[in-house]
C-alpha cells in the first residue's frame, strides 16, 4: 500500500530536533522508545541518522496490547541492527528494572573509564527519545519514581527538554516526541494514527477505518467476530461491519437508524485500547 506522503512539521518539533542534535555530545546513552504494535513505524528515521554513533537501547514499549510471539521477532531485528532491546510494559517493576540494567551495561564503559584515568565515578547520561506517545514521559517518571515529566495520551504533550537525575549513577534526559517532517509511504502514517502517536485528524477517517478493516479481515476475523457478535452477512462490506457493531452496542439515532459515527468511533478506540485484538501491525520483511 504506497500512497502519497503526508507533509507536516509543528513548529516545536523543528527547535526540538536541532536541540537534540546539540546535546548529543553530551549523552551516553540513547534510550529509544517505539510502540510495540509498530516497532518499524514508530521510529524516527531522523533520530535512526543523528544517534548511530551512540549506545542505543530500543524500548518496545506497550507489550501488553501486542502480540508477543510476534515481539521476539523484532527484538532479533533490533539486536542485529546494533540496539539493545527490551520489550516492556511501563507499569510494570521488572521490566523498569530491566531498561536500567540495559542503560547500566551500555554505559559501563564511561564508568570503566573513569575507573582507568583515577577519576570519580560519573553519572551515566541518558537521553530519552522517540515519536510522541510511546512512553517517554511515563518511562522516566518510573525511573525516577516520581513525577518528574508530565504525561498526557495525546501526541506531541512534552514540548520542551528536561535533566532528571535518577541517583548518582543516572541523569536523564527527556526530549519532546518528534514525527518525521513528512512520510512518503503513507501507511506508517496510517498505523501511527491507530496507535495514537498521530493525531487522527491528519488522515480522513475513511482511510483509517477501511485500512483497520481490511487489516482485521485479514489477520484478525474470529476476534473482530467474537468482539462485536458478528454474523456472516454483517461482512459483506465495510457498511455492514459498522452496522453490527452499532446493533451490538446499541449505537442508535433518534429515529431507530444506526449511528456511524459513533460505529466508527468505537471501532478505532477499541482497537487502539487492543480491546479488539493484541497484535502487531507492521509486517517484519
Not at 35 to 61: G, Q
Not at 127 to 136: S, W
Not at 261 to 270: H, Q, V
Request: hydrophobic fraction near 35%; charge should be positive; include cysteine.
Amino acid at each position: 500500500m504506497q500512497q502519497k506522503g503526508i507533509h507536516w512539521f509543528p513548529g516545536h518539533m523543528q527547535k526540538a530536533m536541532r536541540e537534540i542534535q546539540e546535546r548529543l555530545k553530551l549523552i551516553d546513552v540513547i534510550v529509544e522508545i517505539v510502540d510495540s504494535r509498530a516497532p518499524r513505524s514508530s521510529k524516527n528515521p531522523f533520530l535512526e541518522n543523528i544517534t548511530n554513533t551512540k549506545k542505543r537501547i530500543i524500548v518496545m514499549s506497550k507489550k501488553d496490547l501486542c502480540d508477543i510471539s510476534k515481539l521476539e521477532k523484532w527484538k532479533q531485528y533490533y539486536k542485529e541492527n546494533n540496539y539493545i532491546p527490551v520489550e516492556a510494559d511501563l507499569n510494570n517493576n521488572s521490566d523498569i528494572n530491566k531498561i536500567l540494567k540495559a542503560i547500566a551495561e551500555a554505559g559501563k564503559d564511561k564508568i570503566e573509564r573513569n575507573l582507568r584515568k583515577g577519576m570519580k565515578p560519573q553519572a551515566i547520561r541518558a537521553m530519552v527519545i522517540g515519536i510522541p506517545n510511546v512512553g517517554k514521559s511515563t518511562l522516566i517518571n518510573r525511573l525516577s519514581k516520581r513525577g518528574s515529566a508530565s504525561t498526557a495520551n495525546t501526541p506531541g504533550h512534552t514540548r520542551s527538554q528536561q535533566w532528571i537525575k535518577v541517583d548518582k549513577t543516572l541523569e536523564l534526559l527527556d526530549t519532546p516526541g518528534i514525527l518525521p517532517p513528512h512520510y512518503e509511504d503513507k501507511e506508517i502514517a496510517i498505523h501511527l494514527a491507530l496507535i495514537g502517536s498521530m493525531k487522527e485528524q491528519n488522515i480522513p477517517l475513511s482511510e483509517l477505518l477501511s485500512y483497520l478493516l481490511e487489516f482485521l479481515m485479514k489477520n484478525h476475523l474470529p476476534e473482530l467476530k467474537e468482539r462485536y457478535d458478528l454474523k456472516e452477512e454483517d461482512l459483506l462490506d465495510e457498511r455492514k461491519i459498522v452496522e453490527g457493531v452499532c446493533r451490538r452496542r446499541g449505537l442508535l439515532l433518534r429515529q431507530g437508524e444506526f449511528d456511524y459515527s459513533k460505529g466508527e468511533a468505537l471501532l478505532l478506540k477499541e482497537f487502539k485500547e487492543g480491546l479488539i485484538v493484541k497484535t502487531i501491525i507492521d509486517e517484519l520483511c
